[in-house]
């Protein structure tokens, strides 16, 4: 793949080219990137790039004729022409907002051309006839498209076959997958009373893939919820958010969030609302039941008492 790159500024760009995914990119030859200096396509002694604009104002616009020619150094002058798998995307804050699914289509690309515009603007004749799409990383206001452009090839690059080592890992990051990545931790499991959750220390896969899916879902929801919207949910997924939003709570002065409580494993506990002693109590042998069985004797009522003692007192007396 081939990104070129129409800057004012050639000079901003080679220290970080030849650093991280980028240069990995380009070693492996899976990435060449072009630095296309715009002022090397002008045509007066000052190598002028910019003029005032039409009607007044302040700042300075880009000239569209040093864009124009330096499209058709590259062979994508002609938007009708234009070769199968090249785009020409101009950076600007008009455009569409740059996101994972836009940085994997670019990766298919042959030839991506990226133009950063400065100062005010670009003259409006280039978007209109010369880019085939606008494209914004945010907003915010940079002092050009420079930044920009440097954001969108190191995104396209680690996308390029061959350049990630494991591939598993470029498709667990954040907005790939269409959520939050889940959060990660490395060794020491203690560290100033702060400890890795007891699941990830467990070697248990399956459990430690569920929790991992579990947070990734609560810190979408909780964070950056409009990704929901357009993700693949599991039935499971859909279930464990539903838990959360059935469980969340928020007080009248705008509390915080409280997450829901796992569900305890009826296997593991005992039975809700049955003490200790009396589960214990429960377990101890009875007494058999039958005719072998000793049974205390029934109490007899006073008249007979009464009875009894007259006759013993008279048989002592002798009468």
Same mark, same amino acid.
């Not at 907003?139 to 591939?167: K, M, W």
């Not at 939050?180 to 467990?202: I, K, M, Q």
């Given at each position: 793949m081939k990104i070129s790159v129409l800057t004012i500024f050639p000079d901003f760009f080679p220290a970080v080219l030849g650093e991280g995914m980028i240069r990995a990119a380009r070693e492996k030859g899976r990435l060449e990137v072009a630095i296309v200096g715009l002022r090397d396509f002008t045509d007066d002694s000052h190598r002028t790039t910019d003029d005032y604009p039409f009607g007044g104002g302040a700042g300075m616009i880009m000239k569209v004729e040093p864009i124009d020619r330096a499209l058709a150094g590259l062979g994508v002058g002609e938007k009708q022409a234009r070769p199968e798998g090249s785009r020409v995307v101009l950076l $600007?804050?008009?455009?569409? *907002?740059?996101?994972?699914?836009?940085?994997?289509? /670019?990766? #298919?690309?042959?030839?991506?051309?990226?133009?950063?515009?400065?100062?005010?603007?670009?003259?409006?004749?280039?978007?209109?006839?010369?880019?085939?799409?606008?494209?914004?990383?945010?907003?915010?206001?940079?002092?050009?498209?420079?930044?920009?452009?440097?954001?969108?090839?190191?995104?396209?690059?680690?996308?390029?076959?061959?350049?990630?080592?494991?591939?598993?890992?470029?498709?667990?990051?954040?907005?790939? $997958?269409?959520?939050?990545? *889940?959060?990660?931790?490395?060794?020491?499991?203690? /560290?100033? #009373?702060?400890?890795?959750?007891?699941?990830?220390?467990?070697g248990h896969h399956g459990r430690i893939a569920r929790a991992r899916r579990e947070e990734s879902l609560r810190r979408s929801a909780e964070r950056r919820p409009d990704l929901l919207a357009h993700a693949q949910l599991s039935p499971e997924d859909r279930r464990y958010l539903a838990g959360i939003e059935a469980a969340t709570s928020v007080d009248a002065g705008g509390g915080t969030a409280m997450p829901p409580e796992r569900k305890a494993d009826p296997r593991a506990t005992r039975p809700k609302g049955r003490p200790r002693a009396e589960a214990a109590a429960r377990r101890r042998p009875t007494a058999p039941k039958g005719p072998s069985a000793r049974s205390k004797p029934r109490p007899k009522p006073a008249a007979q008492l009464r009875s009894s003692r007259a006759r013993k007192t008279s048989a002592r007396r002798g009468e």
């Open positions: $600007s804050p008009q455009g569409r *907002a740059f996101t994972q699914e836009i940085a994997i289509e /670019y990766a #298919g690309l042959e030839h991506l051309v990226l133009v950063c515009g400065r100062y005010k603007g670009v003259d409006e004749r280039v978007s209109a006839h010369l880019a085939d799409e606008e494209l914004s990383v945010g907003d915010f206001v940079l002092s050009g498209g420079e930044p920009a452009a440097l954001c969108v090839i190191d995104a396209v690059a680690r996308l390029l076959p061959g350049v990630v080592s494991t591939f598993d890992s470029v498709e667990s990051d954040s907005f790939h $997958s269409g959520l939050l990545d *889940a959060p990660y931790y490395t060794r020491p499991a203690t /560290y100033r #009373g702060w400890s890795v959750p007891e699941v990830l220390l467990s």
